[in-house]
């Protein structure tokens, strides 16, 4: 194996990259005079369904991953669906519920599901990352949401190795909602909730999915339609006054979102793993794959359209420092529409709250432990025959399922130093344990979070802290960054009893 530095990973293959990312993105802080149009018409896609709620303590429903035909404005779109839907169904669970969900693998793949963000068991019918489903098979996972699990913008989609960025690409992704505390604050309970699964994908002309090619495996495959919940530029209203609470999911497996609001601050309550102390004011909010945010709007302004703005970018140059973090400065003419805001009625002026959900700082760590993201070449064997593959490595390693990479005591707090030594982005994920964010190269985070995707730009160093607590078992932390993980980002942590 070779690896790489910047120059070399540069020259390698730089005209082939070039071509595939010019349509997508931008060096921040450098804009293009060109403009991005929506490439399908407004309002068109498929229709969300209500949410599946708890009952009495308990939370059951059916859930089949299969193939299905869908109308996405003029296009046929051949995808993977969870109930033949896209996104998936939104499943609603509070503290102390049991939730049981009979799985079905209608694919021809093998797949499972994994929990995003939900601290619960990663054995047996949890969260478990390492279980395989046959196609024709079904599993029934059941759990229970812990009394004291934050209420959050979680949600589902398969962790089966090797086909991850694969089947989340192909449509296989569906939030789950955890009530709680956050949504009995008076002003969150006046406002207008909105649901919106950021979500790319690309098409043959006979509406299948495109086989991305080694150099799109390498950077991350990107599709070139985004869609909103399953639709294309979809119109929200809100009447003028009213406050609108936004739950927003990057569902992307490499695709990064730089947003915006047309003459709107958006204000922040929540990250990752929910709220956060008080509302942090934003004009721009960068999602990486896999994170979640949720913001506050103010309907403030004259009655008229106001663009929900996507400013593209290169993930693969890592023009990433996680939510609120990003200082580049961006032309109006360089943008994509996602969706439209239009004042409908008027209504008395609902404030932002001034405070939501304290957080305490976890105490210092008893462990430190480094862990470093980079990438190489090798020699690949496929239907093609040898060729030179890249794969993605943690502290020098590639994933191998039989090998247990770090091992950690229950009931204890360590801090993980994360330093990426390649040249792209990587979003670092972490299952069943949330962490808060202490620094980047040696910087203090502006605000204390609850985090389970933090981007790692290339030559930055960003240190976590995390509790591990509850749940004995064997689970992982990879790139979200999915081809990346697939091709070898990802290790796996065993918990042991403290």
């Known amino acids: 194996m070779t690896t790489l530095n910047r120059r070399n990973f540069l020259t390698l293959g730089s005209m082939t990259t070039t071509a595939i990312l010019l349509s997508q993105c931008s060096k921040q802080g450098q804009t293009p005079n060109i403009s991005v149009v929506p490439s399908t018409p407004p309002?068109?896609?498929t229709v969300p369904s209500p949410p599946y709620r708890s009952t009495n303590g308990l939370l059951?429903?059916?859930?089949?991953?299969?193939?299905?035909?869908l109308t996405l404005g003029d296009r046929t779109a051949n995808?993977?669906?969870?109930?033949?839907?896209l996104p998936g169904p939104i499943l609603e669970a509070r503290p102390g519920d049991t939730v049981r969900i009979t799985f079905r693998n209608q694919l021809s793949q093998p797949t499972n599901l994994h929990y995003h963000g939900l601290h619960i068991p990663p054995t047996g019918s949890g969260d478990n990352a390492f279980l395989a489903i046959a196609p024709g098979e079904q599993h029934t996972y059941e759990f229970q949401i812990p009394t004291d699990h934050p209420a959050g913008t979680f949600w589902y989609h398969p962790h089966h190795h090797g086909m991850v960025a694969e089947q989340l690409f192909a449509g296989l992704a569906g939030l789950f909602i955890i009530r709680g505390e956050l949504d009995e604050i008076p002003e969150i309970v006046a406002a207008q909730e909105e649901f919106l699964v950021l979500k790319d994908i690309m098409l043959n002309p006979d509406g299948s999915i495109p086989d991305p090619g080694h150099m799109a495996q390498m950077t991350g495959r990107i599709g070139d339609l985004v869609t909103v919940s399953g639709l294309f530029n979809p119109t929200l209203t809100l009447a003028k006054g009213g406050l609108w609470r936004l739950r927003l999911l990057n569902a992307s497996p490499s695709r990064f979102f730089r947003l915006a609001l047309e003459n709107h601050l958006l204000h922040l309550i929540a990250t990752d793993g929910g709220a956060i102390a008080t509302p942090v004011e934003l004009e721009t909010l960068t999602l990486a794959p896999g994170e979640r945010a949720e913001v506050l709007v103010q309907g403030n302004q004259s009655p008229g359209q106001y663009r929900l703005l996507n400013y593209p970018f290169n993930p693969a140059q890592g023009m990433i420092h996680g939510i609120g973090h990003d200082s580049g400065k961006h032309q109006q003419d360089y943008s994509e529409t996602l969706a439209t805001l239009v004042y409908d009625g008027e209504t008395a002026a609902l404030p932002v709250p001034d405070q939501l959900i304290p957080i305490a700082p976890l105490p210092q760590p008893e462990t430190v432990r480094e862990f470093n993201l980079s990438h190489g070449?090798?020699?690949?064997?496929?239907?093609?025959?040898?060729?030179?593959?890249?794969?993605?490595?943690i502290n020098g390693?590639?994933?191998?399922?039989?090998?247990?990479?770090?091992?950690?005591?229950?009931?204890?707090v360590e801090d993980w130093d994360i330093t990426n030594t390649g040249t792209m982005a990587h979003p670092f994920h972490l299952h069943i344990n949330k962490f808060q964010v202490i620094s980047r190269n040696g910087e203090p985070e502006p605000y204390l979070a609850w985090?389970?995707?933090?981007?790692?730009?290339?030559?930055?160093?960003?240190r976590i802290r995390v509790a591990f607590r509850d749940y004995p078992g064997k689970t992982v932390y990879h790139c979200h960054v999915l081809d990346h993980e697939d091709q070898g980002m990802m290790g796996i942590l065993e918990m042991l009893p403290g």
């Open 43 to 45: 309002g068109e896609g």
């Open 60 to 69: 059951d429903v059916e859930l089949t991953a299969q193939p299905q035909s």
């Open 79 to 85: 995808l993977l669906t969870y109930n033949g839907q």
């Open 377 to 393: 070449m090798m020699g690949l064997n496929d239907h093609a025959g040898m060729h030179q593959g890249m794969v993605f490595l």
């Open 397 to 412: 390693k590639s994933f191998e399922h039989h090998r247990v990479d770090t091992t950690v005591q229950l009931n204890t």
């Open 451 to 462: 985090k389970d995707v933090v981007s790692v730009a290339p030559g930055e160093r960003v």
